[in-house]
C-alpha cells in the first residue's frame, strides 16, 4: 500500500494571509495555491526547478489592480510576483518562489484588427499562431515566426523580445510593437509608445511614478549615449533587455519606452495590452533544403548563401536529422533530406516570383557544379508546395523536443544555446566552441539561425549527477568568455534568466545604470526579482545558474524506479503539449480545461513528484499539513476525506482520455495513458475504487453478454429512468444500445464457415492465399455488427474466404482503468491465441482502430510478451492488397460524391500512414476522399460516457469536430469515420451517424 502524502512544501504564512485576503476583494480570475499548480509552474523549458507559492489566472486588467493594490499593505511587502506566458523560456525566465501571474487561460483575446493602418490590438495571452490564422485570411501576419509558435503568447514573447526564423528580414518583437499597456507593482498603470519631445518634457514633469520612469531613463540615455553606442554592438540578434540604445529615435525625434520593457523579463511591469505593427504575406515563398555531409559544411556555406539575400537559413546538424527517424515528422520529409547528414533550410519571399526563381536557380546551379567538391553540398530539394514547406519547418521546429529523444540518461541541455556572435565570426566561433565540448568529450546538438550568427548549442548532461550538474558552472564560465573574444553575447535569443549573474560582464559601466532602470518601475524589487538586475544593480540579489535544478528532484527517486516510470523523468519540458490548435489531436483535455495540469507535461510533472514524495516518505506519512490547500482545493477533501498529494495526481490522471496523442505528438514520446495506468495501479492499493471502474473494465464481456438478449437489454436500459438511475449509481451517461442483428445471427443468414483452428491449419497454400481471419472486438461486434458484416460482405466480394474469429476481450478497458494485472494476464493469454494464428500464415485483420493498436502497443510493453504476430487495420490490408483491389475494378470509372475522412485519435497518431492508405484505397477507385484535419471527438471510448466528463466532451467536440461537420443533411451523408467512438459522438451531438469507409466502398460492390 502506498502512504499517504501530507507534503512538506507548505505555504508561508505572509502567501497564505495575502491570498485569502485576495479571495475577499473584487479579484474576478483564479486563485490557485493547490500544490498540483504549483508545481505545473516550477518548471519550464529550462533545466531549472522554482516551486512558486501560488498561481493566479487574472481576467482583466483590473484583477492586477486589486492584486497589487493588496499588495502595498505592509503585512504584504515581502510577496513578490512572476508573470509567465507560454512557458517556453529555456533559463527559467519566470520561474520564481512567489506568485506567478498567468495571463494565458483568460487574457487571451484579439481586441481589435485594423486592416487598413495594419495593427492588431491584442491581450498578453494570445497565442502567436493563433493571432496569425485570425489575420491570414486578410493576408496579414504578425512576423516574428518562433519555434514553438503553437502554444508561445504575444506577452511572453514580449518579455524575451522574441524573433526566431526570419528576423534577418523582420527584425525581432521590439521592432512590431507599436503601443503597450502596463501595471506597475503599485498598481500604476502605464501606456507607452513612441512620443516627441514636447510630450516627454510634460511626462517627466508629472509627480509620480510615471514621471520618475521617464525622467530616469530619459537621464540615462542623455547622459551615457557615447557609452550606449560603444557598449551595445552592432548585431542582428543582441538580446538585451532594457535596451538603452534603441530608446531615442534620431530620424524622428521621438522617444519610446517600448524598447525598454520589450526584452525585461517581467522585471519592470506586467503587460496587459499591445498594439503591434503587421506586415503583408509575401506573395511567394521558396524554400530549399540543401543536403551535406556533415554540420560544418552546412555551417560553412551560410556566408555564401548570404549573398542571395534569403529571409532565412537555418541550419540542421546530424544528430536532429537522426532522431527525427523516430518522430512522426520523418514521415512527411523523409524524401526532401534523403542522404543529408546536414541541412541548410533557405527561405526566399517575396512577390516578384521571377526574381526568387531566379535566385534559387543560380544556387541549384552552383550545387550542381560543384557537388563533388570537398565541404559543397551534396544535393539539394526545392519545396514544391506550402504543405511541404510547412513540412520542412516543422522539422526544424520539433528539433529542440527530439533533442530530449536522445538515448542514454545524458541529454542535450539548454543553458548555452543562444549565444551569437557577428554572422562573419560564426564559423571560426563554432569551431573553438567544438573544441571546448569535445575537450570534455560532450556530446553535443547544434542548429539554429547562422544568417543571423546565433547558434543553439545543447550539450548533453545528466543532471542527476553532481559532477555533470558542475559543469553548468565550469562551461558556462568558459563561453562566456568565448564569446566575449568574438564580440558577441550570452543570451542572442532566449534571454538571461539565471544567467543575469553574466550582465555586469557584458554591460561594464552600465549596469549600474540598468538597476536604476529596475528602481525607477519596481524600487521594491517585488517583480520577477533576480533576474535581469536588482534596483541597487547589487550582484548578490541576482540568481545565478548554480539555481535549483530538476536533476535535484529527479535524482532522490531511485533509478530502478525512474527506470519503471521512465515516460514521468523523461519529459524534458518543451511545451509542445501546450499546442493551442483545436484542429491538432495534441491533448484535448488540455484544449477544453485551458489547465495545464490536465496536459501530458503537467501529468508527468506531477507523478515524477508523486515518485519523489513516495521515496522521502519511505513508508512514513508526514505531518498533517495544508490547510489553506484544503480550504482552496476543497473538492478534494468532498471526495477522499482529507489532503493526499495523491489525490492531485489522481485529478490529473482522470481528466486523461486515454486518446495516445501523445505517445507520437509529442517529440519525447512522453506516453500518459500507459503512466496513468501505473498510477491508478498502486493509486488503488490505498483508496478503494469506486464500483463504476469494474463495470467498465469488463465493459468487453459484459457487452458480449448483453449480445445474447439485445431486445431485452435495450428495453431495459434505453429509457429515462435507466439513463437516470446509471447517472445516479454509476456516474455514467448515454449507454449505448445494442446491435439487435447479432453478428451471430448475421454470419449465420450468410453462411460463412465456420472459424476451427485445426481445420484452418489444414488448408493449402493456395486457400491460406485468398483467406482472411477478421477479428471481432466488442464494440462493432456488439454495438455496430452491421458494420462487422459489411466488412465481412465486401472482403467477400474481393474473392476471400472470410473467417471471423470468435470474439475475445482485448482488455483495452482494463488498461485504461489501472487494472493491469488483469490485463497483462489478458494479453498473455491473447497474444498465445493470435500467435497461433499467425502461424497460419492468413492475414489477421480487425476493424476498431482502438483496439487493433493496443496489440502493437500495450500489449508489447507487457514484459515477457513474445508477439509473433500482426492485426492490419482495414486500410493496411486493403493497400498492401491494391493489386487485387485493381483486378476488381478493371478500367470502370465511377461517378461519385466526394467524401470526407475524420479520423480516429489512436489510430492517426500510432498508425501514421492510416488515414493516406484509406485515400488511397479510394483514389483508386476514382472516388474522391478529403482529409479532415480534427483534434479529438471528445468520446475516446469510455471518457465521454463518465458524467463528470461530459461538459468536457461536448466541449473537445465543438473545438474541432462540430465546426468540421456541415450542417446541411446530404453533405452529413459524405462524413466518414473510422472510430466506434467518434461515430457515437457525432450521433450524440449532431443526431446522424458517419459511415465506415468500408460501408462506401461495399456500395460500390454491385458495379465490380
Not at 539575400?309 to 523523409?334: F, G, H, M, S
Not at 502461424?839 to 496489440?855: D, F, K, M, N
Not at 476488381?888 to 489510430?907: A, K, Q, S, V
Not at 451531438?989 to 468500408?998: A, G, N, Q, R, V
Request: proline content about 5%.
Amino acid at each position: 500500500m502506498i502512504p499517504k502524502l501530507n507534503l512538506k512544501e507548505n505555504l508561508k504564512s505572509e502567501y497564505l494571509l495575502f491570498l485569502e485576503a485576495l479571495a475577499k476583494t473584487p479579484f474576478s480570475g483564479e486563485i490557485r495555491p493547490d500544490f498540483a499548480s504549483r508545481l505545473m509552474m516550477s518548471t519550464d523549458n529550462s533545466i531549472y526547478q522554482i516551486l512558486p507559492q501560488a498561481v493566479v489566472y487574472p481576467k482583466t486588467e483590473t484583477d492586477l489592480l486589486h492584486l497589487f493594490q493588496l499588495a502595498r499593505q505592509e503585512q504584504f511587502k515581502s510577496v513578490t510576483f512572476s508573470p509567465r506566458g507560454g512557458g517556453t523560456g529555456t533559463n527559467g525566465q519566470s520561474l520564481s518562489s512567489g506568485i506567478i501571474i498567468d495571463c494565458s487561460k483568460y487574457m487571451h483575446q484579439i481586441l481589435e484588427i485594423n486592416l487598413e493602418q495594419r495593427w492588431v490590438r491584442v491581450q498578453p495571452g494570445v497565442i502567436l499562431d493563433k493571432l496569425n490564422a485570425e489575420l491570414k485570411p486578410y493576408g496579414m501576419f504578425f512576423a516574428p515566426s518562433l519555434s514553438p509558435s503553437n502554444r508561445a503568447t504575444i506577452g511572453g514573447m514580449i518579455n524575451t523580445d522574441a524573433c526566431g526564423q526570419g528576423s534577418r528580414i523582420y527584425g525581432r518583437t521590439s521592432n512590431h510593437i507599436l503601443e503597450l499597456s502596463w501595471v506597475l507593482p503599485d498598481g500604476t498603470v502605464g501606456r507607452s509608445h513612441a512620443i516627441n519631445l514636447n510630450t516627454l518634457n510634460h511626462l517627466k514633469q508629472q509627480p509620480n511614478r510615471i514621471g520618475d520612469i521617464y525622467r530616469q531613463v530619459d537621464e540615462i540615455v542623455t547622459a551615457k549615449q557615447d557609452l550606449i553606442q560603444k557598449s551595445f554592438p552592432k548585431m542582428p540578434r543582441f538580446m538585451t533587455g532594457y535596451n538603452l540604445a534603441k530608446v531615442y529615435s534620431s530620424q524622428d525625434r521621438t522617444f519610446n519606452l517600448n524598447w525598454i520593457l520589450a526584452g525585461s523579463e517581467g522585471t519592470l511591469a506586467v503587460i496587459t495590452e499591445a498594439k503591434l505593427n503587421l506586415n503583408p504575406i509575401p506573395k511567394y515563398k521558396k524554400l530549399l533544403a540543401i543536403h551535406y555531409n556533415c554540420f560544418n559544411d552546412a555551417l560553412f556555406a551560410a556566408e555564401t548563401l548570404l549573398a542571395s539575400a534569403p529571409a532565412a537559413i537555418e541550419t540542421i546538424d546530424e544528430k536532429i536529422l537522426n532522431l527525427a527517424k523516430q518522430d512522426e515528422i520523418y514521415e512527411k520529409v523523409k524524401h526532401f533530406i534523403l542522404g543529408a547528414s546536414a541541412i541548410n533550410l533557405v527561405e526566399f519571399v517575396g512577390d516578384d516570383v521571377e526574381e526568387l526563381e531566379q535566385k534559387i536557380a543560380q544556387i541549384c546551379q552552383s550545387i550542381t557544379l560543384n557537388r563533388s567538391q570537398p565541404q559543397q553540398p551534396i544535393g539539394y530539394y526545392l519545396a514544391q508546395n506550402e504543405t511541404e514547406i510547412s513540412h520542412l519547418w516543422d522539422l526544424r521546429k520539433r528539433g529542440v523536443g527530439l533533442l530530449g529523444n536522445a538515448k542514454g540518461d545524458r541529454k542535450p541541455i539548454a543553458f548555452i544555446e543562444d549565444t551569437a556572435v557577428p554572422p562573419a565570426c560564426l564559423a571560426n566561433y563554432i569551431r573553438e566552441f567544438q573544441t571546448l565540448l569535445n575537450a570534455y568529450q560532450l556530446d553535443y546538438a547544434m542548429y539554429g539561425h547562422v544568417d543571423v550568427g546565433c547558434m543553439h548549442v545543447r550539450p548533453a548532461l545528466d543532471l542527476k549527477v553532481p559532477q555533470d550538474e558542475a559543469l553548468i558552472r565550469e562551461l558556462s564560465d568558459k563561453v562566456v568568455a568565448l564569446v566575449r573574444k568574438y564580440g558577441g553575447v550570452m543570451w542572442g535569443e532566449h534571454g538571461k534568466g539565471f544567467r543575469s549573474e553574466y550582465t555586469p560582464t557584458f554591460f561594464g559601466e552600465l549596469y549600474p545604470d540598468l538597476g536604476k532602470i529596475k528602481a525607477a518601475f519596481d524600487p521594491e524589487n517585488r517583480l520577477n526579482p533576480g533576474k535581469i538586475v536588482a534596483p541597487n544593480a547589487s550582484s548578490d540579489e541576482v540568481v545565478r545558474v548554480e539555481a535549483p535544478l530538476r536533476g535535484h528532484f529527479d535524482r532522490q527517486v531511485a533509478k530502478e524506479v525512474r527506470s519503471q516510470y521512465e515516460v514521468a523523468f523523461s519529459c524534458n519540458g518543451n511545451g509542445a503539449c501546450f499546442n493551442y490548435n483545436p484542429d491538432d489531436v495534441m491533448c484535448p483535455s488540455a484544449k477544453v480545461t485551458g489547465d495545464r495540469i490536465h496536459s501530458p507535461k503537467g501529468r508527468a510533472s506531477l507523478m515524477r513528484e508523486w515518485l519523489r514524495q513516495l521515496a522521502i516518505t519511505k513508508s512514513e506519512e508526514l505531518e498533517k499539513s495544508g490547510n489553506f490547500t484544503r480550504k482552496f482545493w476543497n473538492n478534494l477533501t468532498k471526495i477522499w476525506g482529507s489532503y493526499d498529494y495523491s489525490h492531485e495526481v489522481y485529478e490529473g490522471m482522470h481528466g486523461c482520455l486515454s486518446c495516445k496523442a501523445c505517445a507520437s505528438q509529442c517529440p519525447i514520446h512522453v506516453d500518459i495513458p500507459s503512466l496513468k495506468a501505473q498510477f491508478l495501479e498502486l493509486y488503488h492499493t490505498r483508496y478503494l475504487r469506486h464500483w463504476r471502474d469494474y463495470f467498465v473494465g469488463y465493459i468487453e464481456i459484459h457487452a458480449s453478454w448483453q449480445s445474447h438478449a439485445p431486445v431485452l437489454v435495450n428495453f431495459l436500459t434505453q429509457n429515462s429512468v435507466t439513463h437516470w438511475l446509471i447517472q445516479k449509481l454509476v456516474r455514467m451517461v448515454d449507454p449505448p444500445a445494442v446491435s439487435t442483428l447479432t453478428v451471430r445471427h448475421g454470419l449465420k443468414q450468410r453462411q460463412a464457415p465456420v472459424f476451427n483452428l485445426e481445420k484452418l491449419s489444414t488448408l493449402s497454400d493456395l486457400e491460406r492465399a485468398n483467406s482472411v481471419i477478421l477479428l471481432q472486438d466488442a464494440f462493432t461486434s456488439f454495438y455496430e455488427s452491421q458494420i462487422v458484416l459489411d466488412t465481412y460482405d465486401f472482403l467477400c466480394q474481393l474473392g476471400y474466404t472470410v473467417y471471423v474469429s470468435p470474439f475475445f476481450p482485448s482488455g483495452k478497458p482494463l488498461h485504461v482503468k489501472g487494472f493491469l494485472k488483469r490485463f497483462q494476464a489478458i494479453a498473455q493469454k491473447n497474444t498465445d491465441y493470435l500467435n497461433r494464428l499467425a502461424q497460419l500464415e492468413i492475414p489477421l485483420i480487425g476493424i476498431e482502430p482502438s483496439i487493433v493498436l493496443t496489440y502493437r502497443d500495450e500489449y508489447i510493453k507487457v514484459q515477457g510478451l513474445k508477439a509473433n504476430f500482426q492485426v492490419q487495420l482495414l486500410q493496411e490490408f486493403l493497400w498492401e492488397k491494391r493489386e487485387r483491389l485493381k483486378q476488381r475494378i478493371g478500367d470502370r470509372i465511377f461517378e461519385l460524391n466526394h467524401y470526407y475522412l475524420f479520423g480516429h485519435c489512436t489510430e492517426k497518431t500510432l498508425a501514421l500512414n492510416s488515414q493516406k492508405q484509406w485515400q488511397q484505397v479510394f483514389q483508386m477507385l476514382k472516388i474522391p476522399l478529403s482529409l479532415v484535419s480534427t483534434g479529438c471527438c471528445g468520446m475516446a471510448g469510455i471518457y465521454g460516457h463518465e458524467a463528470e466528463h461530459y461538459n468536457e466532451s461536448q466541449g473537445i467536440y465543438a473545438m474541432s469536430w462540430k465546426r468540421q461537420i456541415s450542417s446541411d443533411v446530404e453533405q452529413r451523408k459524405l462524413c466518414l469515420a473510422t472510430g466506434y467512438s467518434c461515430r457515437s459522438q457525432v450521433k450524440r451531438f449532431d443526431e446522424f451517424i458517419p459511415l465506415h469507409p468500408i460501408q462506401v466502398l461495399l456500395s460500390l460492390v454491385p458495379h465490380f
